[in-house]
């Protein structure tokens, strides 16, 4: 299969990489001028839990292109949420009929976080992966499971093709029913860590402290209204996240989730982005729903995000 992923950041690296060794021909797209501050290879240090649990470390050699060319089986975008309708838009007149993936987080209703792209050509789904890239370095890794969205009406086929692809490289597919409410959930455990990223002043400080998720699970409890109102179905996460005492959500998640070692741990310790845009997100459509949060508003105090509420 050929494959373009949109953009070579942390997630298309790491997919791409293990879609080529299991023989299908992948290349990136990246913006005017990347193609020369990027490169013709990038440094791997990632760990690939697809069988065990393996380091990998090589110098990748990676084929970009500036322009969206024909002739692809399957074109996947994973880029940041504040980007995608910068690539929908791009992607509904470069893409012609080719299949889509997009493998992104969103906090928009499905239908219009990939406009003006038709719903009959895209395919929703979710790594289970993370990391950084830092000087054409990238550290993270993947786990042996991704989530996918069930077959709507007419995508069928493309389900078909992308359950394929994955499975032709022995990865795992776990299938969402609902993905609008589970990617609405998702977000908002986003924004919950994110906010506490504002506080502590990194993704590894944020597993440095103590109370870090005790402060998580109250963010979310305060965003439940938020979900409730967009009709959302709380899923598993958000429920262990509401549900359980502030009190022992740090002990659960330090020693049982992100276990020190563990690759959910090293996945977050290795995330060097950008903080704050999810938390904004929510904010302002709690705003518009007139519901307050003042946990998740006072983390923006101090920050380039305070201006924008």
């Known amino acids: 299969m050929r494959i373009l992923f949109f953009g070579r950041g942390v997630i298309s690296t790491q997919y791409a990489w293990a879609f080529e060794k299991a023989g299908h021909t992948v290349e990136f797209y990246v913006r005017k001028g990347r193609k020369e501050t990027f490169g013709s290879h990038i440094a791997l240090e990632m760990w690939d839990a697809r069988k065990g649990k393996q380091l990998i470390k090589e110098n990748w050699n990676v084929t970009l292109h500036e322009e969206i060319g024909s002739n692809y089986d399957l074109i996947i975008a994973s880029v940041n949420t504040e980007q995608l309708p910068s690539a929908a838009q791009l992607l509904s007149t470069a893409a012609g009929n080719t299949p889509i993936l997009i493998f992104n987080n969103l906090w928009q209703d499905l239908q219009s976080a990939i406009s003006p792209l038709s719903m009959n050509q895209v395919v929703f789904g979710f790594p289970g992966a993370g990391g950084g890239i830092a000087n054409n370095r990238l550290r993270g890794g993947f786990l042996k499971t991704i989530f996918l969205e069930k077959p709507r009406a007419g995508t069928e086929q493309m389900n078909n093709k992308v359950k394929e692809l994955f499975e032709s490289a022995h990865f795992k597919i776990s299938w969402i029913k609902d993905m609008q409410s589970w990617l609405w959930n998702h977000f ?33 409890r305060e965003m439940l209204p938020v979900l ?23 002990p659960l998640f330090t020693k049982l989730i992100f276990a020190k070692g563990s690759l959910p741990r090293l996945f977050v310790e290795y995330n060097n982005s950008k903080a704050g845009f999810a938390v904004l997100e929510v904010v302002r459509e709690a705003k518009k729903l007139g519901i307050p949060l003042p946990r998740l508003t006072t983390a923006f105090e101090n920050t380039e995000y305070a201006k924008e509420i």
């Open 228 to 250: 409730k109102a967009r009709g959302a179905k709380m899923d598993a996460i958000t429920l262990l996240l509401t549900k359980i005492p502030p009190a022992l959500l740090s």
């Open 188 to 220: 908002a455990m986003n924004a919950a860590m994110e906010a506490e990223v504002l506080k502590r002043g990194s993704f590894p400080a944020l597993m440095n402290h103590s109370d870090s998720f005790a402060n998580v699970g109250k963010h979310m």
